[in-house]
Every structure is written in C-alpha cells, then in structure tokens.
C-alpha cells in the first residue's frame, strides 16, 4: 500500500562559496524528467559564464529508485549529481529537483571536496524547502438517500475525503476522491451507518492528490 510522504512545495535559492568557488542551488517542486530539464535549460541560459550546471530530481517518493535523475556536467564522475541525489534521498522529500550552478573560483577542490561543496550545497538549501504531505488516493463513487446525504457527507469530512462531483436526481450520487489507506474504514462506516446499503463503487484507478 503507498505510504504518505512529503514533496517539495516552494523554489528555493541559496549560494555558499567553498574556496572562491560559488555554489547556487535551487530547488524546484519536480513531477518529471522533462519538467526537471526545463529547469536546468533555463538555468543554463540564465547562467551562461557558469563552469557547471549540476542537478539530481527525484521525480516520485523519495525511495522510488525508478524516478530520479543526477549529472555531473563535466565535474569528476560521481563528485556531483550523486552526491546531490543521497542528500535529497536522505531528506526524506519526494518531486523535487536539485540544481547547483557552479563558478570556478580559481582553487581545484579535489574529488571529497566536491562532493562535500555540491552536496553540502543541496543539504543547506533543504533547510529553506517547504513541504507539504502528498497522500495516495482512489476514485470511488456512492449514491445515497437525500436522508442520508449529510450524514454521509459528515464521514467524509472526517476521513479526509474530497466530494469532486455531487448530482441530484432520483438519489444522491456522488463521485469522491478517497485516501487510499482509510478505503475499508471509510467502507464499514458506509455499512454501519446505512445497514449494509451504501457500497462503495470503482470510478478509475488511483491517483494522487496532495494534502496540507
């Protein structure tokens, strides 16, 4: 079952100088690849002179291992776009997109300098990153009495439920937006509450929505 898990909400950015050498970071709520390389392309274009445009984005959950990204862009393999990814990783945020600019100070780091500068970089500005819990979710549509609509409606109230649709005609039918994991709860309430009348139906498969 998807666990709730937090996601970036603001765009963040914060410079830190490491022997002469400035480090831009930004950070921007990410949802996908492309998305994420449109944020470095403009970078690149708002920050031509710069020696490197580094990034790492986790597209999905934090964990999800299947929907990140990094590059060095030029840096020594692994001194960059890694490091950014295990400090984003290691925040436990999910769909944001890391971005640190470089301009060369003059002074070589080394290979543990860099990773310690870009990846001290993303760790610092995280520090500025507002979030927000992200919740999974499924669609799920009801009918009911117009008697038992606003009790109905109180239960969804309380388990967090969005109603995206209400249509009033010889019933109450409603089409609703479901916290994934609260589904059977939500479900026995229904029976409970209606003596084994009000089901639950499938709408479409789930989605995600985003919670405060």
């Known amino acids: 079952m998807s666990k709730p898990y937090l996601i970036a909400v603001n765009e963040v950015v914060d410079e830190t100088i490491v022997n002469r050498s400035r480090f831009i970071c930004y950070l921007y709520p990410c949802t996908s690849p492309i998305q994420a390389k449109e944020q470095i392309k403009h970078l690149q274009q708002l920050h031509p002179q710069a020696s490197h445009h580094c990034y790492a984005f986790l597209c999905g959950k934090p964990c999800d291992s299947q929907k990140y990204g990094f590059s060095d862009d030029g840096e020594p393999s692994g001194t960059a776009g890694r490091p950014m990814l295990a400090v984003l990783q290691g925040s436990d945020v999910g769909q944001v997109c890391a971005i640190v600019v470089r301009y060369f100070g003059g002074t070589k780091l080394g290979t543990g300098g860099l990773q310690r500068a870009y990846g001290g970089s993303v760790r610092q500005a995280l520090t500025f990153l507002e979030t927000k819990t992200k919740i999974a979710m499924v669609h799920k549509t009801l009918a009911c009495q117009y008697t038992q609509v606003n009790d109905v409606l109180h239960i969804l109230d309380q388990m967090s439920c969005e109603v995206l649709q209400q249509d009033y005609t010889d019933s109450v039918f409603l089409t609703l ?23 639950l139906k499938t709408l479409s498969d789930e989605y995600d929505n985003v919670e405060k």
């Open 177 to 199: 937006a479901l916290p994934k994991e609260r589904l059977s709860q939500i479900q026995q309430q229904l029976i409970t509450l209606s003596a084994g009348q009000l089901i």
